[in-house]
């Protein structure tokens, strides 16, 4: 159901007026420049904005310029030539991310399935500052919003996780901080009519209410991605010596972080990532407690004890195997819950394995009549 508006007036509403802050102005001044290069930021910064609640009726937060922004180094914007929404980082023309994220997005990595770092869409150079770099890269949304309805759902994600920080240790990059806040998805299926990159609870008219799909396995794949490679490490293949220094990341429980000590990076990742899983979900939920034991050995705090995140990935594996298909189909059990929301949670389960098993029914008896019909038309021509 839409937002509807209300009574307020335009004079009421100038009070909630939402003036740019000082990051904003950067970008309203680099409006026409992005603009040449193919790439519209939200009506909010063309340097002839006015404030489209000032003519409405509807409170000023529920308009599409309303929301404000707070970094002068990143923001969200429109590619001009089809309409798809981007986010724009401003980088130094020498700084080991944009180094990274070359690496990474070249055509021979670019495509590769278990690549799950967020693709360099474009990226051209400022024209008052050929030092400043715009990097490109798709619209994404933080992983968990919306939460996770079933086991399977945890069980793709971490899968993906795994698959993609193997594939970047493969490439000899250690990311060092792939943690909570710098994993997301791609949320298109998840959120057919789009979401306001700055209000994500709304469309992208700014006041109507999303309404994401309940189950992510009811939607196209839904794909995860690292993003953030301003403390990664890349190393060349020929490099004996693997290590870094430093405390840097969001993750400030890894046992061997040290200004003093060299540590090996990627089994720090595998650190992180165990201590995501196990904050995420394996300590809040029931049904997930089967991955304990992955967990454990991801988060042993002597690095040489560590599972490196090629194992990591097929301990995973085989533990996943031992599941029953039903199991993971499951929704999943929040030890938060009271009686009455595991009883209401477990009939959207049921009414949701119900429709499974009768699509299964249905296919397969299809299948067989198609069978059928071939054998008997092949021996018609015999005959």
């Not at 509807?58 to 986010?87: Q, T």
Request: one cysteine or more; aromatic letters at 10%; a negative charge.
């Amino acid at each position: 159901m839409e937002q509807t508006a209300s009574s307020s007036s335009p004079k009421d509403n100038l009070a909630n007026a939402s003036p740019l802050t000082n990051e904003e102005l950067v970008w309203r001044s680099k409006y026409g420049m992005l603009e040449s290069h193919g790439y519209h930021l939200r009506q909010r910064y063309k340097p002839d904005w006015t404030p489209s609640w000032l003519k409405s009726k509807r409170p000023a937060p529920l308009h599409e310029d309303y929301p404000a922004h707070w970094n002068s180094e990143a923001i969200d914007a429109v590619r001009i030539k089809d309409g798809r929404r981007v986010f724009l980082k401003r980088v130094a023309d020498d700084s080991s991310e944009l180094r990274i994220h070359r690496f990474l997005s070249e055509d021979g990595r670019l495509n590769d399935p278990w690549n799950h770092t967020i693709p360099l869409l474009d990226e051209f150079a400022d024209d008052g500052d050929p030092t400043t770099i715009y990097m490109v890269m798709p619209l994404l949304r933080p992983y968990d919003l919306p939460e996770f309805f079933a086991v399977e759902e945890v069980v793709d994600f971490m899968r993906q996780v795994l698959e993609g920080i193997v594939f970047m240790h493969k490439s000899n990059v250690a990311h060092r901080d792939c943690s909570d806040l710098n994993i997301m998805m791609d949320a298109d299926g998840i959120f057919p009519r789009g979401f306001h990159p700055r209000s994500t609870a709304f469309d992208s008219t700014g006041y109507r209410l999303v309404h994401p799909k309940h189950r992510r396995d009811s939607v196209p794949p839904v794909r995860y991605y690292f993003i953030d490679f301003g403390i990664s490490s890349m190393f060349k293949p020929e490099d004996k010596e693997k290590k870094v220094l430093g405390l840097e990341g969001q993750d400030h429980d890894v046992p061997e972080l040290s200004l003093v000590e060299p540590y090996d990076p990627f089994l720090a990742d595998v650190y992180i990532l165990g201590h995501l899983f196990e904050a995420a979900f394996i300590d809040r939920y029931d049904n997930l407690a089967f991955l304990r034991s992955l967990v454990e050995d991801m988060m042993q705090s002597a690095p040489l004890l560590r599972s490196n995140a090629e194992r990591a990935l097929n301990d995973f594996n085989n533990l996943i195997s031992r599941q029953s298909p039903r199991s993971l189909r499951w929704r999943l059990k929040k030890k938060t819950y009271g009686q009455a929301e595991r009883f209401f949670a477990d009939v959207d389960s049921i009414s949701h394995e119900g429709v499974f098993l009768a699509r299964r029914a249905i296919t397969s008896s299809t299948s067989n009549v198609v069978r059928f019909l071939q054998k008997h038309l092949r021996l018609d021509r015999k005959g």
